[in-house]
């Protein structure tokens, strides 16, 4: 099972703030929903409770420590306790492709764990002082290497990461 994650960061690699994202690009967006559906996502509580729904046609799974039932109450989540969990649910249902999408806690988690194969990143050139949730600085990741850049719009590009050992 390939291990991916995904997200969109600013120049200083901001993510978010105050439980929001920073900047909403629909072609940004449509490249996520394009790679991820069919496949399993996971998420962390407060991703979650910031989309406010589960994704469809995806498997969510939403990982929580806490007893948070009644945030979950009547929808279509499945809440797991570890990533490694998660990993291993996904694994045994079959699925092929897993998606770590946010945020900034749970990236930090995959990454000190060297758990993702690759890494999709949306790059803008812009700063936002009000972040406060920000993407591990890849830079500074001696695992990871860049290994394409593409197109996205005129203001984004993906950048594709790859873990050193699958070169
Ligand atoms: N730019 C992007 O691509 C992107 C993508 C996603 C999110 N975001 C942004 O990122 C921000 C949210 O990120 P965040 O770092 O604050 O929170 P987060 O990673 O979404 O969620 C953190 C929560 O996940 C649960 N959790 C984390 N690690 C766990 C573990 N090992 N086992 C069990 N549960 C675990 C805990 O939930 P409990 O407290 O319930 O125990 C924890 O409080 C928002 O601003 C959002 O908009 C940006």
């Given at each position: ?39 399993s996502?996971l ?18 799974y939403?990982l ?16 797991i306790?570890s990533p490694v969990l998660a990993l291993h649910e996904a ?7 897993f ?69």
């Amino acid at each position: 099972m390939k291990i991916t994650m995904i997200a969109l960061v600013g120049k200083n690699w901001e993510l978010g703030a105050s439980n929001e994202l920073l900047w909403k690009i629909p072609e940004d967006m449509r490249h996520f929903r394009e790679t991820t559906e069919g496949h399993s996502v996971l998420m962390g509580r407060k991703t979650y409770q910031s989309i406010g729904h589960a994704l469809p046609n995806r498997t969510n799974y939403v990982l929580t420590r806490t007893d948070s039932d009644s945030i979950f109450a009547g929808t279509d989540v499945r809440l797991i306790e570890s990533p490694v969990l998660a990993l291993h649910e996904a694994q045994i249902s079959g699925e092929d492709s897993f998606f770590v999408i946010g945020g900034g806690e749970v990236y930090q988690q995959f990454l000190n764990l060297a758990l993702p194969h690759e890494i999709l990143l949306t790059r803008v050139p812009h700063e936002a002082e009000s972040a406060d949730t920000f993407f591990p600085n890849l830079d500074r990741n001696g695992l990871y290497v860049e290994t394409s850049v593409e197109k996205l719009t005129d203001e984004a590009d993906i950048h594709t990461y790859t873990r050193i050992d699958l070169l």
